[in-house]
């Protein structure tokens, strides 16, 4: 307490008293958020340093009492949605004030700043920003009934509003436009097999990246080979090859995995995203192995309808990417007749061992503690007049030692096919196209519409004549010795290779029902092996001759 006087006009000193209260310091709250964590220009940092400086100048205490959240998008999310933020909104106790740098840290709408004004009126709160237009902005309202900052508060909401839309009207028009640029990437994640790189004069364009390309050609490769699309997912997850979304996540230096969906109305969390049979199909046959920009899952064209190219460096051509699909439509063809293997089998003979009762195959089951191929016609629907049965290990041994013996000796050669090319599949979805399009016919209602819709149509058009000017090139095949032997090979192989050894060369090992009694080994009059496929067959004809 301080005493003066003060001289009243009677002359006389009268006691002055003025009384100090002690106001509490304001507890504050720091408020970051970043939509892209790679911008530098509104970093984390910078916008910490802007509200302690702040916060000093008002007299508020920050302590430890932060928000961060990064990766958040205000025109997405209110501020009661985002994460760190709306666990302290949801605890208006424990803090008089908060901080953000700028006004469109906070908000983007008028909705969300009248959600975030009501509810620091109701709670007694500060709200600062603290830079902008006009410098430090401090927003109170503590006391409900000064209109002065409610009008503050909608004036500015409006203004973020409109800098939001016309942001989005910006990118929107900009994607646009480069998006019918030849070898221009508008940013975000490349196709899986491509990366960015900067094109000279600015810019960015997709080259192959030398990490994924090779796993591409480990698929094709190996679909090639015989492999279903499920068999070759499970390769790439046990040599831990990283899915697309994670070789993305590892080169954009963040963790792997992610939040999925689960059951319904389940979110699952996982530490890293596997191959699926699905994704493996989806890489191979999707335009943009062949460098083509699609919106959606359509073809970006040009004026001539020909496709807008993302990239100087396609992985495959169109013949090769034609072969892809062809061999998809033979697994698709051989699921249909229940040819596909599972994945995980260990039945050497599947595909190979045959029930000379009604020609259906026999499966691996279990028989007590012995393991046996059993003809499966009843899962099929049917009954077996002579159902047979066999030992695993005579089966597979028998079948390991006929095998050999015709065609161990033989020099191994490899087969690879040279994709020809047809035009046919791309008339096709160029016709599909052109079809859909001209559905929309008589919609246009003014003169510039109208324009766009011919253009496109014409452009169509153009494309369908051109390719079918093309000519068709057939497929080729050339064979080559690798310089080993079957023996060598088959040593070498473990049971799924095998196993593809005996199908190409056509193996088949017919089995009639045993007779009755019990049996130390295998009646080798009850069963029949020989190779279907001309190759092979006139080649162990050959081989037998010289022997």
């Keep these: 307490m301080a005493a003066s006087s003060l001289v009243s006009g009677t002359g006389q000193s009268t006691p002055l008293t003025t009384h100090v209260t ?19 220009t509104t970093s984390p940092e910078r916008q910490r340093e802007a509200n302690r400086a702040a916060a000093a100048a008002l007299g508020i205490d920050l302590g430890d009492r932060e928000a961060v959240d990064l990766g958040v998008s205000a025109s997405k999310t209110t501020p009661f949605e985002r994460p760190e933020l709306k666990e302290w909104l949801r605890r208006p106790e424990d803090f008089d004030a908060l901080l953000f740098w700028r006004f469109d840290r906070a908000v983007r709408s008028m909705d969300d700043m009248h959600a975030l004004s009501t509810w620091a009126r109701d709670h007694r709160k500060m709200i600062v920003f603290a830079e902008g237009p006009g410098g430090r902005l401090v927003l109170d309202f503590r006391n409900p009934l000064d209109p002065m900052a409610q009008l503050m508060v909608t004036l500015f909401a409006f203004a973020a509003q409109m800098e939001a839309q016309a942001i989005r009207e910006r990118v929107t028009s900009t994607q646009a436009a480069m998006r019918v640029m030849q070898l221009r990437w ?11 790189a900067p094109l000279e004069g600015g810019g960015w364009t997709l080259v192959q990246d030398p990490e994924a390309v090779p796993v591409i050609e480990r698929m094709i490769r190996e679909l090639m080979d015989g492999s279903s699309a499920a068999a070759i997912a499970a390769g790439l997850n046990r040599d831990s090859v990283p899915s697309p979304r994670d070789h993305w996540s590892l080169r954009q230096g963040r963790e792997t995995g992610g939040k999925t969906g689960g059951r319904a109305g389940e979110t699952v969390t ?14 191979l046959t999707s335009e943009r192995v062949l460098g083509w920009k699609l919106a959606g899952e359509k073809p970006v064209r040009d004026s001539e309808g020909a496709p807008v190219m993302a990239t100087p460096e396609p992985i495959l051509t169109r013949e090769e990417f034609d072969a892809i699909g062809a061999r998809f439509a033979e697994l698709a063809m051989e699921d249909s007749a229940g ?12 595909r190979v061992i045959i029930c000379d009762g009604c020609g259906g195959r026999l499966y691996l089951q279990r028989a007590g503690r012995t393991e046996i191929y059993r003809c499966g016609s009843i899962t099929r629907g049917h009954a077996c007049a002579a159902r047979a049965t066999i030992k695993r290990t005579w089966a597979e041994d028998f079948v390991e030692r006929e095998f050999l013996r015709a065609v161990g000796g033989l020099r191994l050669t490899q087969t690879r096919t040279v994709p020809g090319y047809d035009p046919q599949p791309e008339i096709d979805a160029t016709a599909a196209e052109y079809e859909a399009h001209m559905e929309s016919e008589g919609t246009q209602t003014n003169p510039v519409t109208r324009g766009i819709w011919e253009k496109r149509r014409d452009a ?15 497929p080729r095949t050339e064979v080559t010795h690798t310089g080993r032997t079957f023996v060598e090979e088959w040593e070498a192989a473990d049971t799924g290779e095998r196993r593809a050894m005996l199908v190409e060369a056509g193996a088949q090992l017919r089995v009639r029902r045993a007779k009755r009694g019990k049996h130390e080994q295998l009646d080798e009059g009850r069963v029949s ?9 006139d080649a162990a004809m050959e081989l037998g001759a010289v022997l």
């Design 22 to 40: 002690t106001i509490d310091t304001l507890r504050g709250v720091s408020a970051l958020r970043l939509s892209v964590l790679t911008d530098e």
């Design 186 to 196: 508008r940013g975000s994640r490349p196709p899986y097999g491509y990366k960015p």
């Design 270 to 283: 996982r530490g890293r995203f596997a191959w699926r049979h699905g994704t493996v199909k989806g890489v």
């Design 339 to 350: 040819a596909a293997d599972r994945v995980d089998t260990v039945a050497l003979l599947l």
């Design 460 to 474: 169509l058009d153009k494309r369908v004549t051109e390719l079918m000017a093309r000519d068709r090139v057939e």
């Design 529 to 537: 092996f020989e190779l279907k496929e001309p190759f092979f067959a």
